[in-house]
């Protein structure tokens, strides 16, 4: 379980003498420890860079798997954006789940294809040396999306990999992979570069891509430093869609078969962002950091999800095309109010401005679009502030309490270049946490705070243009706000034990539920969650480390009892990691989900799939294996139950039937690596 009291524990390291950042980098200055990575403090699960390399990934949303509860299912080709689902939630494409890279907010605000969308093709896998997850909106600089929790990636290179390095990745799925990166033997500037072919499995799922990512150490003397991160990608993709389950049980479809075999994506982001920060030297000096950051991208989607159910002679195809342009600024202070630092002053300002042009068109056989669904031309304006306390008393007693308050401004310009403007009001989120200390290896925590998902752009301002979708088929133009309670235990017996146990509730004020015939996202009354979770921790030696995390969660809309259409009941998953054995390396991950309830009534099949990688290390070179599916099982990974119309020989019927998108069957990928 996650329990929380992040500044509790930072102002304990603080008096003991450690230095921290608002925005820390790792992998560069330090190796965290595996033991320590795994939580530093009560509030965090950790990674670090000896974790994330064990780990059996193909790409930077493969790392996501380390957050305990999150279910990370795919739609289609490497390429285009996962759906996720956390504590009870099904956050579609990202609704629900806060990411930043580096301190960057990844989440797309008011994206055509989902709010909240998150599409990770910029972050390079071997790049990412530390990643922080929290479940539930505790802290205080959880901004939006964050309804379910927040993922932190932090960049770097780990240090076996500094200098001139070449990878080269051969897989079953005519996969070819090379890498070439460049980085300094001490500090953090890096150059990496990645150049991506992958067929796929099965039908229109193939992936071309490049990527880059870099960063420059302009400054860094005196606690003092100033880094410049930067890159880009472009991506083109297969989207298969989904299949109905019976086309495969009783017409002759192939699994991994798709009835959309020649709709496509593209996708591509550019970024920048220069920080600086200013580390303490003690527990009485502060910790301040600044961010400013630029981002501009495309996205490119092309789908049919119903066949011919609503148009019979054209097909119910469309194209969708999104691009944004985003800056922002962050700041973030952390300061003694008392001389021995066990008192802080916790502040931070986060500003944002999104200009965004959307369109959805239904289209032909032939790519040709014939009539335009919505769109949007829009201006998007985010500004949150949170101001807290971080007190510790005599050692035994941990009070954090504060408050986040959050503030949306939507403009959109029609046709005639006319603009229309309206304002989200302010929404306010108190956050406490309360630690007791009982014993040296025992802390009891208790917590409360509001997460909140902004409204999309359309529901505010969308009337303005020709075509758009109603504002009442995406809610008002109020935000989504949730009510998160936990309490737990964690208790670390010795250096080689951690447990955790505890339950919490969330009360979410208006849900959001994905459309497929519409195929947008629909606002829903409100809905309440109740769970319990449990993480063990086993390291028995220096190189080995064992993880079992199990959640189970009563997710159900609150006037009608009903469950929440996709969200998990129960998810459990295993970690096996193995660093450096006479230069052996690797690592293991079992996961299974129950049943878990669908639209309509239906119900998903359960899953169960284990991933696993080896890595043997000697001298300048090293060689891997990783296969994904081990047990070489038919996954179905995505299930939807709707009302769909493929087969134009049978009469057209509006009754729902389950649907699958497959996840991937046994893959064998082999790498080498050669280091300068």
Request: glycine share 12%; net charge negative; no cysteine.
């Amino acid at each position: 379980m996650f329990v929380l009291a992040p500044p509790v524990t930072q102002a304990a390291e603080l008096a003991a003498g450690a230095t921290l950042e608002p925005f820390p980098i790792w992998g560069d200055e330090e190796s965290i420890a595996i033991t320590e990575a795994s939580r530093t403090d009560l509030g965090e699960r950790r990674a670090s860079s000896e974790t994330i390399a064990t780990t059996p990934h193909a790409s930077a949303e493969d790392l996501l798997r380390l957050v305990p509860g999150l279910l990370v299912s795919r739609h289609g080709a490497e390429g285009k954006g996962r759906q996720f689902f956390l504590r009870g939630f099904d956050a579609v494409h990202g609704a629900d789940v806060e990411l930043t890279v580096d301190g960057i907010p990844w989440n797309e605000p008011s994206n055509i294809h989902g709010q909240g969308y998150l599409d990770l093709g910029t972050v390079i896998p071997e790049v990412v040396t530390g990643l922080v997850a929290e479940r539930g909106s505790f802290r205080l600089d959880q901004g939006p999306f964050a309804t379910a929790g927040s993922i932190r990636f932090e960049l770097g290179i780990a240090p076996e990999r500094r200098g001139t390095r070449l990878d080269y990745e051969i897989g079953s799925t005519n996969r070819h992979r090379v890498l070439l990166s460049a980085a300094t033997r001490q500090g953090s500037s890096f150059f990496v570069a990645e150049g991506l072919r992958d067929d796929g499995f099965g039908t229109n799922r193939a992936t071309r891509r490049v990527a880059t990512i870099g960063r420059a150490a302009l400054i860094d003397v005196s606690g003092h430093r100033l880094v410049l991160t930067g890159g880009g990608h472009v991506a083109r993709f297969g989207e298969p869609g989904t299949l109905p389950l019976a086309h495969f049980e009783n017409r002759g479809a192939g699994f991994y078969d798709s009835l959309s075999p020649d709709t496509d994506g593209l996708s591509a982001r550019g970024f920048l962002g220069l920080r600086w920060t200013r580390t303490p030297a003690s527990a009485r000096d502060a910790a301040t950091s600044a961010l400013v950051y630029l981002q501009a991208r495309r996205l490119r989607l092309e789908e049919n999800f119903t066949g011919f159910l609503l148009d019979a002679e054209r097909g119910d195809r469309v194209a969708q095309a999104h691009d944004f342009v985003a800056t922002g600024l962050r700041l973030a202070d952390e300061r003694p109010l008392i001389k021995d630092g066990v008192a802080r002053l916790i502040t931070g300002l986060d500003l944002g401005l999104d200009s965004i042009e959307q369109h959805e068109d239904r289209i032909d056989a032939s790519h040709t679009a014939f009539a335009r669904n919505r769109a949007l031309d829009a201006r998007l304006f985010t500004a949150g502030a949170h101001a807290g306390l971080s007190w510790q008393a005599a050692g035994v007693l941990g009070i954090d309490a504060g408050l986040r308050l959050a503030a949306f401004g939507f403009q959109s310009l029609g046709p005639d270049g006319a603009a229309r403007s309206d304002f989200v009001p302010l929404v306010v989120s108190p956050r406490t946490t309360v630690t007791f200390f009982a014993l040296p290896e025992l802390s009891l925590i208790a917590a409360y705070g509001n997460g909140v998902r902004p409204p999309e752009a359309r529901a505010a301002v969308g009337a303005a243009t020709p075509g758009a979708t109603p504002a009442e088929a995406v809610g008002e133009a109020r935000a989504s706000v949730s009510t998160d309670l936990e309490a737990g235990l964690r208790w670390r017996p010795d250096s080689t034990w951690e447990l955790g146990v505890g339950g919490f509730a969330i009360y979410l004020s208006r849900e959001q539920i994905f459309d497929h015939l519409s195929a947008t996202t629909l606002e829903r009354g409100a809905t309440r969650r109740a769970g319990l979770e449990l993480d063990v921790g086993f390291r028995p030696t220096r190189w080995l480390e064992l993880r079992l995390d199990a959640t189970a969660v009563d997710a159900r809309f609150s006037a009608s009892g009903e469950p929440v259409p996709g969200a998990p009941p129960i998810f459990a998953s295993f970690e096996a990691h193995v660093n450096d054995l006479h230069g052996i390396s690797g690592g293991l991950r079992a996961f299974a989900l129950g049943p878990r309830p669908l639209a309509h009534g239906a119900r998903a099949a359960a899953l169960v799939s284990i991933d696993a990688m080896a890595r043997y290390r000697r001298s300048f070179w090293e060689v891997s294996l990783a296969i994904d599916n081990v047990l070489g099982s038919q996954l179905r990974e995505g299930e939807f139950n709707y009302a769909s119309h493929f087969d134009r020989g049978v009469p057209r019927s509006a009754l729902p039937r389950l649907h699958f998108a497959a996840g991937p069957p046994r893959i064998f990928r082999i790498g080498i690596g050669i280091t300068h």
